[in-house]
């Protein structure tokens, strides 16, 4: 239910009547609020711990509870498993290259033994001992050799690109899988419940052992060092009021007020009760704005406590 309307309704009425003890003496009058903060689940499970009750005074950054995350990190680890066999499909060039290697040196032994031979050809043809055609069989057999060796080479770097390439492609599945594991990390951590400010825990709506779901409100906090005063002012008095402009604030205390030094961080730029067709002057003058006017609470205050201002008439 929304209260701001009944409380300026009732200022508007104790302001024309003089109602209550020194109506006269102050000029506006509000309930205490403070800024609150629900905490919320951040994902669905079973509520395994949770300390917080009503009243009590919380640190930031405290844990005040955990949720049940098993069926996360059982995705985790089938994620990291997944991650973990992609090595295995990976192939290992290096037999196929040694085998090819040891080809190569072949060809190439061989390839010394003809060269060696074509010596010894071309010193017997000189001395009319050999034929010309042997030579030329010899350097037939060397070319055919080098080309056999080319291909080798070549077989060799196909081989090495060949591998290289389906390992990469198998290796870079494991990238979207990396992000998915930490996706999965930053869930987990948010199975602790982490109080976000330092406050009072105002009111409790869940218990260790229920079920949760993500975004579902877990408590309500706020912090009471400093509250809120929600007054009314008049049309006339918007010129005696401005941002960071201390007052006077009065609260009931026994048989007298308690005075407490106030600033205004808030003024309203649009008047309520505004009457759908202003005729006349006295009409105008029913209009109000709600201010805010911040008060450092040694305690004593509380939520929904009604007070007064004084403005400065200077």
């Known amino acids: 239910m929304n209260t701001k309307p009944i409380y300026a309704l009732l200022f508007l009425i104790c302001s024309f009547y003089s109602c209550g003890p020194k109506a006269d003496q102050f000029d506006a009058t509000g309930t205490f609020e403070a800024d609150e903060i629900i905490v919320s689940s951040e994902i669905a499970g079973k509520i ?3 300390s917080v009750e009503e009243g009590q005074t919380l640190e930031k950054g405290a844990v005040v509870g955990t949720i049940d995350a098993e069926n996360i990190e059982l995705q985790k680890e089938q994620v990291q498993s997944s991650i973990n066999a992609l090595q295995d499909k990976t192939m290992n060039v290096q037999p196929q290259i040694n085998l090819l290697n040891d080809q190569l040196r072949v060809q190439q032994s061989q390839l010394k033994t003809l060269e060696r031979e074509r010596q010894r050809t071309e010193n017997l043809l000189k001395a009319d001992v050999a034929t010309g055609k042997q030579l030329d069989d010899i350097n037939s057999q060397i070319d055919a050799l080098k080309l056999q060796m080319n291909v080798t080479r070549q077989q060799i770097s196909v081989q090495k690109n060949t591998i290289s390439t389906q390992n990469r492609s198998i290796l870079s599945e494991s990238k979207p899988l990396q992000k ?3 996706q999965l990390k930053d869930q987990l951590d948010k199975a602790n419940i982490t109080n976000p400010v ?3 825990v105002i009111s409790k709506y869940a218990e260790e052992g229920e079920i949760t779901s993500s975004g579902k409100a877990l408590y309500k906090m706020a912090d009471l060092s400093t509250l809120n005063l929600q ?4 049309g006339d ?3 005696q009021v ?3 402009q201390q007052v006077t604030v009065l609260v009931d205390s026994a048989d007298k007020y308690k005075e407490m030094p106030g600033t205004i961080i808030w003024i309203s730029d649009q008047a309520e009760f ?3 067709t202003i005729q006349t002057k006295d009409e105008r003058a029913n209009l109000v704005y709600a201010v805010k006017i911040r008060v450092k609470n040694d305690g004593y205050l509380k939520l929904g406590m009604y007070g007064e201002v004084m403005l400065d008439k200077k």
């Open 48 to 50: 395994l711990s949770f």
């Open 180 to 182: 998915r594991v930490e």
């Open 198 to 200: 330092k406050g009072t």
């Open 231 to 234: 007054a009314y002012i008049t």
């Open 237 to 239: 008095q918007l010129s």
């Open 242 to 244: 401005k941002l960071n």
């Open 274 to 276: 505004t009457p759908k």
